[in-house]
Protein backbone atom coordinates (compact mmCIF):
# COMPACT_ATOMS: atom_id res chain seq x y z
CA UNK A 1 0.00 0.00 0.00
CA UNK A 2 1.16 3.48 -0.27
CA UNK A 3 2.77 5.44 2.18
CA UNK A 4 0.48 8.72 2.75
CA UNK A 5 0.81 11.48 5.52
CA UNK A 6 -1.39 13.92 6.82
CA UNK A 7 0.15 17.53 7.31
CA UNK A 8 -1.75 19.80 10.44
CA UNK A 9 -4.48 21.09 7.83
CA UNK A 10 -5.46 17.82 7.16
CA UNK A 11 -4.24 17.55 3.59
CA UNK A 12 -3.15 14.07 2.32
CA UNK A 13 0.20 13.95 0.75
CA UNK A 14 1.21 11.27 -1.25
CA UNK A 15 5.52 9.90 -1.15
CA UNK A 16 6.20 9.62 -4.91
CA UNK A 17 9.66 8.24 -6.00
CA UNK A 18 11.33 8.96 -9.65
CA UNK A 19 14.40 7.52 -11.53
CA UNK A 20 16.44 10.17 -12.38
CA UNK A 21 19.46 8.99 -14.13
CA UNK A 22 21.02 6.23 -11.81
CA UNK A 23 19.66 7.70 -8.57
CA UNK A 24 15.93 8.03 -7.16
CA UNK A 25 14.24 11.04 -6.40
CA UNK A 26 11.48 11.01 -3.48
CA UNK A 27 8.78 13.77 -3.35
CA UNK A 28 5.45 14.49 -1.41
CA UNK A 29 2.25 15.88 -3.50
CA UNK A 30 -1.24 15.72 -3.45
CA UNK A 31 -2.04 13.97 -5.77
CA UNK A 32 -0.92 10.51 -6.33
CA UNK A 33 0.88 9.91 -9.82
CA UNK A 34 3.29 7.44 -11.11
CA UNK A 35 5.27 5.31 -8.89
CA UNK A 36 4.24 5.65 -5.47
CA UNK A 37 6.42 5.07 -2.26
CA UNK A 38 5.27 2.13 0.35
CA UNK A 39 7.52 3.91 2.92
CA UNK A 40 9.94 6.34 3.70
CA UNK A 41 13.18 5.38 2.35
CA UNK A 42 16.15 5.29 4.69
CA UNK A 43 18.18 8.37 5.51
CA UNK A 44 14.86 10.40 4.75
CA UNK A 45 12.17 12.08 6.83
CA UNK A 46 8.83 13.67 6.12
CA UNK A 47 9.46 17.19 6.97
CA UNK A 48 6.25 19.99 7.45
CA UNK A 49 7.45 23.84 7.08
CA UNK A 50 6.01 25.44 10.20
CA UNK A 51 5.06 28.54 7.73
CA UNK A 52 2.31 26.62 6.03
CA UNK A 53 2.52 23.01 6.53
CA UNK A 54 3.32 22.36 2.78
CA UNK A 55 4.85 18.39 2.81
CA UNK A 56 8.62 17.84 1.41
CA UNK A 57 10.49 14.71 1.70
CA UNK A 58 14.12 15.46 3.01
CA UNK A 59 17.29 13.29 3.66
CA UNK A 60 17.40 13.31 7.12
CA UNK A 61 19.55 16.41 8.77
CA UNK A 62 21.93 16.19 11.70
CA UNK A 63 21.32 18.24 14.75
CA UNK A 64 23.08 18.18 18.05
CA UNK A 65 19.80 19.68 19.56
CA UNK A 66 18.72 17.34 22.48
CA UNK A 67 15.06 16.29 22.32
CA UNK A 68 14.82 17.07 25.99
CA UNK A 69 16.18 20.37 25.01
CA UNK A 70 13.08 21.13 22.56
CA UNK A 71 10.97 19.40 25.41
CA UNK A 72 11.91 22.12 27.70
CA UNK A 73 10.96 24.89 25.42
CA UNK A 74 7.78 23.67 24.37
CA UNK A 75 6.93 23.38 28.05
CA UNK A 76 8.29 26.81 28.95
CA UNK A 77 6.39 27.89 26.27
CA UNK A 78 3.18 27.07 27.89
CA UNK A 79 3.78 27.69 31.07
CA UNK A 80 5.55 30.91 31.02
CA UNK A 81 4.12 32.59 27.65
CA UNK A 82 0.76 31.25 28.36
CA UNK A 83 0.58 30.94 24.13
CA UNK A 84 -1.83 27.79 23.13
CA UNK A 85 -0.77 27.42 19.96
CA UNK A 86 2.89 27.95 18.38
CA UNK A 87 5.32 24.96 16.53
CA UNK A 88 9.08 24.60 18.02
CA UNK A 89 11.71 23.19 14.74
CA UNK A 90 14.54 21.51 14.86
CA UNK A 91 16.68 23.87 12.04
CA UNK A 92 20.83 22.60 12.50
CA UNK A 93 21.71 23.61 15.36
CA UNK A 94 18.59 25.93 16.30
CA UNK A 95 15.33 25.71 17.98
CA UNK A 96 13.35 27.79 16.42
CA UNK A 97 9.74 28.66 17.33
CA UNK A 98 6.62 30.00 15.53
CA UNK A 99 3.42 31.78 16.14
CA UNK A 100 0.39 32.05 14.18
CA UNK A 101 0.24 35.21 12.55
CA UNK A 102 -3.92 35.61 13.70
CA UNK A 103 -4.39 34.06 17.15
CA UNK A 104 -6.59 31.27 16.66
CA UNK A 105 -8.81 31.95 19.62
CA UNK A 106 -9.53 35.94 19.05
CA UNK A 107 -10.42 34.78 15.38
CA UNK A 108 -13.14 32.57 16.57
CA UNK A 109 -14.34 35.11 19.24
CA UNK A 110 -15.05 37.35 15.98
CA UNK A 111 -16.94 34.33 14.24
CA UNK A 112 -18.92 33.90 17.16
CA UNK A 113 -19.96 37.79 17.03
CA UNK A 114 -20.95 37.55 13.87
CA UNK A 115 -22.81 34.34 14.04
CA UNK A 116 -24.27 32.48 16.75
CA UNK A 117 -22.84 28.95 17.12
CA UNK A 118 -23.77 25.80 19.06
CA UNK A 119 -20.48 24.40 21.40
CA UNK A 120 -19.91 21.76 18.81
CA UNK A 121 -19.92 24.10 15.67
CA UNK A 122 -17.59 26.72 17.75
CA UNK A 123 -15.24 23.17 18.24
CA UNK A 124 -15.32 22.47 14.77
CA UNK A 125 -14.66 26.16 13.70
CA UNK A 126 -11.58 26.51 15.80
CA UNK A 127 -10.52 22.93 14.71
CA UNK A 128 -10.71 24.37 10.99
CA UNK A 129 -9.18 27.80 11.91
CA UNK A 130 -5.83 26.06 14.14
CA UNK A 131 -5.33 24.10 10.76
CA UNK A 132 -5.45 26.82 8.66
CA UNK A 133 -3.36 29.54 9.95
CA UNK A 134 0.02 30.49 8.94
CA UNK A 135 2.43 30.77 11.06
CA UNK A 136 5.52 33.05 11.52
CA UNK A 137 9.09 32.33 13.06
CA UNK A 138 9.55 34.69 16.12
CA UNK A 139 12.25 33.65 18.30
CA UNK A 140 15.47 30.98 18.02
CA UNK A 141 17.99 29.76 20.54
CA UNK A 142 21.16 28.67 18.36
CA UNK A 143 23.22 26.25 20.06
CA UNK A 144 26.96 27.86 20.59
CA UNK A 145 28.91 25.33 22.89
CA UNK A 146 28.06 22.32 22.53
CA UNK A 147 30.07 20.45 25.43
CA UNK A 148 28.80 23.44 28.02
CA UNK A 149 25.30 23.25 26.59
CA UNK A 150 25.05 26.86 25.98
CA UNK A 151 22.80 28.80 23.35
CA UNK A 152 22.14 32.35 21.91
CA UNK A 153 19.04 34.06 21.91
CA UNK A 154 17.60 35.74 18.74
CA UNK A 155 14.48 37.65 17.93
CA UNK A 156 12.88 37.78 13.97
CA UNK A 157 13.56 41.69 13.17
CA UNK A 158 10.08 42.64 11.55
CA UNK A 159 11.83 45.83 9.46
CA UNK A 160 10.89 45.55 6.15
CA UNK A 161 14.29 46.01 4.10
CA UNK A 162 16.23 44.36 6.94
CA UNK A 163 14.26 41.20 8.05
CA UNK A 164 16.44 39.10 9.81
CA UNK A 165 17.54 37.52 13.13
CA UNK A 166 18.42 40.08 15.70
CA UNK A 167 20.54 39.07 18.43
CA UNK A 168 19.14 39.20 22.17
CA UNK A 169 21.94 37.62 24.40
CA UNK A 170 24.57 34.45 24.21
CA UNK A 171 26.66 31.97 25.86
CA UNK A 172 24.29 31.26 28.38
CA UNK A 173 22.48 27.91 29.47
CA UNK A 174 18.89 26.97 27.60
CA UNK A 175 17.00 27.43 31.00
CA UNK A 176 18.33 31.21 31.77
CA UNK A 177 17.37 32.52 28.02
CA UNK A 178 13.70 31.26 28.29
CA UNK A 179 13.35 32.51 31.72
CA UNK A 180 14.24 35.63 30.14
CA UNK A 181 13.26 36.19 27.34
CA UNK A 182 10.27 33.08 26.48
CA UNK A 183 7.73 35.21 28.63
CA UNK A 184 7.59 37.59 26.00
CA UNK A 185 6.10 35.28 22.98
CA UNK A 186 2.97 36.39 21.81
CA UNK A 187 2.99 40.29 23.69
CA UNK A 188 3.77 43.62 22.89
CA UNK A 189 6.41 43.54 24.92
CA UNK A 190 8.26 41.09 22.32
CA UNK A 191 9.02 43.70 20.57
CA UNK A 192 10.52 45.66 22.89
CA UNK A 193 13.14 43.46 23.16
CA UNK A 194 17.09 44.39 22.46
Given at each position: ?13 H???K?R??K?A ?9 R ?8 Y?I ?9 F ?13 R?L????I????K????I ?22 I???T ?11 E ?5 R ?10 L???K???F?A ?5 L??ID?WH ?7 LE ?8 H???E????L?
Open positions: MAYQYINRRGDVYIQAQGDIYSASRKPAGLADSIPEGEYERPENAQVVRRIRATNILPAEQLELSRELAVKHFVDVEADSLIVFLPDAEPDVSLCLRSAPMTREAARSAAFIISSTYTKMMRFVADEARTDQRWCFGSDYLAGEKTELIKKYVPLGKSFFDV
